[in-house]
């Protein structure tokens, strides 16, 4: 049965919504349009030109006034008390996905492209999109079992050119009998392509440099919208810290380096569930 109360996780939403206000504090204004443009395009993607048969209700009228939402100053809280209310009343998760979020997001960029909105406000408007996203698939996360195949999908950030760690966290994760898909130098487009051919459950990105932390949160927002059950990891280097990629980056795990990395995930394994190691 699709329960309403089960599928909004606020714990989710929130710290979502908190790292979306950390990246409005340090990022670059480039990097945020872009994050606009990858969450309203790729979202958009995602519902039908027509609402869902069996979602009663949802007219242009009702996606208008959700958009409008997600515009305001405290849109976080109204948006998230808009859907709860909408599941409360009995909206499934496809008239959620499809009638509001993914037609919210359409109408976003249509507004967008005809100048009725600012950058700004989309921007603001797809952080709360995503944020909402995250908050419904995330008791799908905690509540799946991991997949006992061990396999993983290891990535360079784009952008990084040195691949020598993420090799050979590779290898190592090999002999401990992971299946391990490498893959190194993929600018973001053909390492989204690739995750959506694939669809991994476990992705490990490196990232060595300050410098592509930018590079780090825009694979993290595209990772999270293509897959949105992968268990995605990062393994840090030079000056960076795990509070560092933390405080911004979207992500579940932050690897100090290969041995703990595997010890984790074969916890995950032995125990299996992916629940009690989400922070």
Not at 45 to 63: C, F, K, L, M, Y
Not at 107 to 124: A, H
Not at 161 to 182: C, I, K, N
Not at 232 to 238: D, E, K, L, Y
Request: hydrophobic share 45%; glycine share 8%; aromatic share 6%.
């Amino acid at each position: 049965m699709d329960n309403p109360a089960a599928s909004i996780d606020s714990q989710v939403f929130a710290h979502t919504a908190r790292l979306f206000e950390e990246k409005r504090r340090v990022l670059p204004p480039e990097v945020l349009e872009g994050f606009a443009r990858q969450v309203v395009s790729r979202v958009a993607e995602t519902a039908t030109a027509r609402v869902p048969a069996n979602s009663a209700g949802i007219g242009p009228e009702r996606v208008a006034a959700f958009c409008d939402l997600l515009l305001k100053s405290d849109q976080s809280r109204q948006a998230l008390a808009f859907i709860t209310a909408r599941r409360d009343e009995g909206a499934t998760k496809e008239d959620v996905y499809l009638g509001y979020i993914g037609a919210a997001a359409r109408l976003l960029g249509k507004r967008w492209e005809e100048g009725e909105l600012t950058p700004f406000q989309v921007t603001i408007g797809a952080g709360t999109l995503y944020a909402l996203m995250r908050a419904l698939r995330g008791s799908l996360i905690v509540n799946q079992p991991f997949d006992p195949s061990r396999a993983a999908l290891f990535a360079t950030v784009p952008g990084e050119q040195h691949g020598v760690g993420v090799t050979v966290a590779a290898d190592m994760f090999r002999e401990a009998g992971w299946e391990v898909d490498l893959q190194l130098g993929l600018d973001q487009p053909r390492l989204l392509d690739h995750v959506a051919r694939t669809l991994p459950r476990v992705i490990g990105l490196s990232l060595s440099t300050p410098e592509r932390v930018p590079e780090l949160v825009q694979a993290a927002v595209g990772l999270r919208l293509i897959v949105p059950e992968a268990i995605i990891g990062v393994a840090h280097g030079g000056d960076l810290t795990a509070a560092d990629v933390q405080r911004i980056a979207d992500v579940d795990l932050v690897f100090d380096d290969a041995p703990s990395a595997i010890t984790r995930l074969e916890r995950w394994v032995r125990d299996g569930s992916i629940a009690d190691d989400l922070g």
